[in-house]
């Protein structure tokens, strides 16, 4: 039977993680500038090119499509990516755990990890109804429901 020894198999596992992260990060930063650019591109075509009423109906439309990008991103995030940082995380603290005891494991279990909180029903995965990240998907997914509203509202009463 093999066997690996927990500081460098820790290594690796933590490289996986950091890229997870990093992933992560970049997807959420880039994607809020991509939200920010087209909203602000779309508002600048209609600015004064367009009636009143058909410029805030387009930018109901806009909001609204950017409202559904945001959220079928939301769940890329949150139902896939960030799952598979948590398994790399759970898959560390289990080396962690094991090096109190032993300088050897005799099996490397990242993938498994990482697959068991990638599936919904595991007991690894715990669900937050509003923490941090899922706070970062509500508050800009709330802003683009209220400008929807908004601008719907103005292209009735203008129109």
């Known amino acids: 039977m093999a066997s690996y020894d927990i500081r460098e198999l820790w290594k690796e ?6 890229h997870f992260n990093d ?27 367009v009636e ?11 909001m609204a499509a950017l409202l559904i990008a945001w959220m079928a991103l ?7 990516y960030d799952r598979m940082l948590i ?14 005891t032993s300088e050897v494991v005799d099996r490397i279990d990242l993938s498994l ?6 599936d919904l029903d595991h007991p690894t995965v715990r669900y937050r109804w509003l923490d941090g ?3 970062y998907y509500w508050a800009v997914g ?7 509203v908004i601008f719907t509202a103005l292209a009735v009463v203008r129109g």
Do not use: C, W
């Not at 939301?74 to 896939?80: C, G, I, N, P």
């Open 13 to 18: 596992y933590e490289s996986v993680a950091m």
């Open 142 to 148: 709330l802003m683009l429901a209220a400008f929807v």
């Open 133 to 135: 990240r899922r706070f």
């Open 113 to 118: 990890r990482i697959a068991e909180a990638v």
């Open 87 to 100: 398994g790399a995380v759970v898959a560390i603290h289990e080396l962690e755990r094991k090096s109190a």
């Open 23 to 49: 992933l992560l990060m970049r997807l959420r930063t880039q994607s809020l500038g991509g939200l920010a650019i087209v909203g602000t591109l779309g508002s600048f075509l209609v600015r004064e090119n």
């Open 52 to 62: 009143a009423p058909e410029r805030y109906a387009f930018l109901a439309l806009l």
């Open 74 to 80: 939301a769940v890329l995030d949150l139902r896939y």
